[in-house]
T-cell receptor
Framework: SQTIHQWPATLVQPVGSPLSLECTVE??????LYWYRQAAGRGLQLLFY??????ISSEVPQNLSASRPQDRQFILSSKKLLLSDSGFYLC????????????FGPGTRLTVL | GENVEQHPSTLSVQEGDSAVIKCTYS??????FPWYKQELGKGPQLIID?????GEKKDQRIAVTLNKTAKHFSLHITETQPEDSAVYFC???????????FGKGTRLHILP
């Protein structure tokens, strides 16, 4: 069966510090991968998605970036965090192609102080 | 691109009564409409989905309806129970790409 992991689960970082959140998927190959942000009391905002290694689509211009160094690894990064980057970050995967369920990871709660 | 609107943002329902959450979408090419439930501090989980070739789908106490002409789809929960309290998201996916666009969510409270 497939599983999706995210770490860390919780992170508190000062403004201006770098960020690296990691997501890995097990039990499948060539998945589509997604990063979402969920601000307090708000919906799911799609940040990045990837249909293959090295292929990243950015949905929202901001100070975040994403990379996919391996087939089942998706990394969310920032060189300098802003207060507005605080939120709940969710990674998700789906089988390639449309019409497929997205499976979400447990999320990372990021607080920028 | 696709835009999904979801109403209401908050819903309080007496235990045992029914709850209805409504969504609209903008892209006529959308053909897949999942519903997710998110419990506090966790990632969303799929509870039911419907594809554009079907008008209604039911799974025990949960049902979804789809009106492609009006671009509306709804979630119906009957005989609500305390464990139904959560945030619910509707979503739509277009044939054009692999992105699922989510509504802003509905916080459902089941009152004792």
């Amino acid at each position: 069966s497939q599983t999706i992991h995210q770490w860390p689960a919780t992170l508190v970082q000062p403004v201006g510090s770098p960020l690296s959140l990691e997501c890995t998927v097990e039990g499948t190959s060539n998945p589509n991968l997604y990063w979402y942000r969920q601000a307090a009391g708000r919906g799911l905002q799609l940040l990045f998605y990837s249909v293959g290694i090295g292929q990243i689509s950015s949905e929202v211009p901001q100070n975040l970036s994403a990379s996919r160094p391996q087939d089942r690894q998706f990394i969310l990064s920032s060189k300098k965090l802003l207060l507005s980057d605080s939120g709940f970050y969710l990674c998700a995967w789906s089988q390639a192609g449309a019409d497929n369920e997205q499976f979400f990871g447990p999320g990372t709660r990021l607080t920028v102080l | 691109g696709e835009n999904v609107e979801q109403h209401p943002s908050t819903l309080s329902v007496q235990e045992g009564d029914s709850a209805v959450i409504k969504c609209t979408y903008s892209d006529s090419a959308s053909n897949y409409f999942p519903w997710y439930k998110q419990e506090l501090g966790k990632g969303p989980q799929l509870i039911i989905d419907i594809r554009s070739n079907v008008g209604e789908k039911k799974d025990q106490r949960i049902a979804v309806t789809l009106n492609k002409t009006a671009k509306h789809f709804s979630l119906h929960i009957t005989e609500t129970q305390p464990e139904d309290s959560a945030v619910y998201f509707c979503a739509a996916q277009s044939l054009r790409d692999d992105k699922i666009i989510f509504g802003k969510g509905t916080r459902l409270h089941i009152l004792p």
